[in-house]
């Protein structure tokens, strides 16, 4: 038995023993979208500093932030914030050439939508992270992106593609999860390529034609084994076991093939390596994405639990970011994928609505996601909630999404909950018989 024939009898002897667990393992055809792309701000970031500008003179030491509220820019209905006084040329943390919000913002503003004033009720990073990207503070919801994929295409080879482990690549078992650090591609290749005695060589262990005739062979023989059984249960594990052994590599293949031809990052990434990392990130995603190979994908950029020096530490590594989060997009409708694409930004929570003893900012509660989303999902140019001048999240009518004292506030649950109505997988069985949200379905992207 070869390495990705145990991998999916696993997988699918896991299925028959776990009984709601679903894996299906029959894709008609390469998956051609939807797709989605989570970035993960890891440690807190702070809305203030982008997409919630505030400015001197909010907050209740008035310090919530230390650029002039008169510079906040706009792009189109969005609001965003210009740079701490400090990043100004002859500021002391002044960085030529540094990404701005205003590039960011002008260039992409008519596909995004901002989502501010989401309260996720809690300090905590792992039940920030969790809120973040499960919707719920349990730890027993599958984050976003394994949903989706186990919704949407649940037979393909890497269904569900992550940087890391976590609550932001958490699955549950309701998809199977592809952990690829890097170029770093020698499991994928031996997967890919599992008659080859070398994989970045082309000597196999035996010749094509021996190889057929043994495949053939165990084909018939796996054939005979599930006609011959009758109990239900050893049946269809057989089955699972039949497609698994049938399954064509070549989707793996293509994989590999357009990630060792990806493109380059963009100048800005070439010289700013938090930018370049991310945008290769992404290059893993895209290309599972491109060969029909996967459906979701999760990234994440770290350095933002600033507790001390918030806007020295924090300012560069946010415009980071986005440039990063700019050459991704182009790159996606460079690649055909931009009309079927959604990519959500988010982080654990936000930070604290004044700077502390260090000069950083703590954890606070109230915070934003923004989303990207190509013209086949959402129309973009859009902000949904807010808060108050110290930052706090304001009540909304749940019809107009306007400012109500009489509303409620965003929940994670309520953005998660339009996410899925967003990717269409919103009244599928599984989503809401095993992971139902009690919230109805908000106008945010409408």
Same mark, same amino acid.
């Given at each position: ?189 031996? @997967? $890919?390529?599992? %008659?080859? #005695?070398?994989? +970045? &060589? ?5 010749? *094509? ?112 970011? @986005? $440039?990063?989060? %700019?050459? #991704?997009?182009? +790159? &996606? ?5 931009? *009309? ?107």
């Amino acid at each position: 038995m070869n390495r990705r024939d145990f991998i999916r009898m696993s997988a699918a002897a896991t299925t028959m023993m776990c009984g709601p667990m679903r894996l299906s393992l029959a894709q008609q055809g390469p998956y051609q979208g939807p797709f989605l792309l989570m970035i993960e701000a890891f440690g807190g970031w702070d809305p203030t500093s982008f997409c919630d500008p505030k400015g001197r003179g909010n907050g209740p030491d008035g310090n919530i932030n230390t650029y002039d509220p008169a510079d906040i820019g706009r792009a189109g209905n969005i609001r965003y914030a210009p740079p701490p006084e400090s990043f100004l040329p002859g500021g002391s943390n002044y960085i030529d050439g540094l990404y701005t919000n205003k590039q960011f913002f002008d260039t992409h503003f008519q596909r995004l939508t901002v989502i501010n004033g989401i309260d996720y009720a809690t300090g905590s990073h792992s039940i920030g992270r969790a809120a973040s990207w499960t919707g719920t503070r349990t730890r027993f919801y599958p984050a976003i992106g394994a949903l989706a994929a186990s919704e949407l295409a649940p037979g393909v080879p890497l269904p569900f593609i992550c940087n890391s482990t976590g609550e932001s690549a958490q699955t549950v078992g309701v998809s199977p999860r592809a952990i690829i650090s890097g170029n770093n591609l020698s499991s994928i290749k031996e @997967l $890919a390529y599992p %008659d080859r #005695i070398d994989v +970045d &060589a082309g000597n196999t262990y035996m010749p *094509d034609a021996v190889s057929q005739l043994v495949n053939d062979a165990s084909g018939s023989r796996r054939q005979r084994q599930l006609f011959e059984q009758r109990l239900p249960r050893i049946r269809q594990a057989l089955s699972d076991f039949h497609d698994a052994r049938s399954i064509d590599s070549s989707t793996i293949t293509t994989f590999i093939e357009k990630l060792e031809n990806a493109p380059r990052p963009n100048a800005y990434g070439q010289r700013f390596i938090a930018s370049k990392n991310l945008f290769q990130q992404a290059q893993v995603a895209f290309s599972a994405f491109e060969s029909g190979a996967g459906a979701a994908a999760q990234i994440r950029i770290g350095g933002f639990d600033t507790h001390g020096n918030h806007d020295a530490s924090h300012y560069p590594r946010l415009m980071n970011l @986005l $440039a990063g989060v %700019d050459n #991704i997009i182009t +790159d &996606a409708v460079a690649r055909g994928l931009g *009309d079927n694409l959604v990519i959500m930004m988010g982080s654990d929570f936000a930070r604290t609505n004044r700077y502390n003893a260090n000069l950083g900012k703590d954890h606070w509660s109230h915070g934003s996601v923004m989303v990207w989303a190509g013209p086949n999902f959402a129309p973009g140019n859009r902000v949904v909630g807010g808060t108050d001048s110290n930052q706090v999240s304001l009540e909304l009518d749940l019809n107009t999404l306007q400012p109500d004292p009489q509303g409620v506030r965003l929940s994670p649950e309520y953005v998660h909950q339009a996410l899925r109505d967003l990717l269409g997988i919103a009244q599928r069985p599984q989503v809401v018989t095993r992971f139902p949200f009690a919230e109805a379905v908000l106008p945010i992207f409408a």
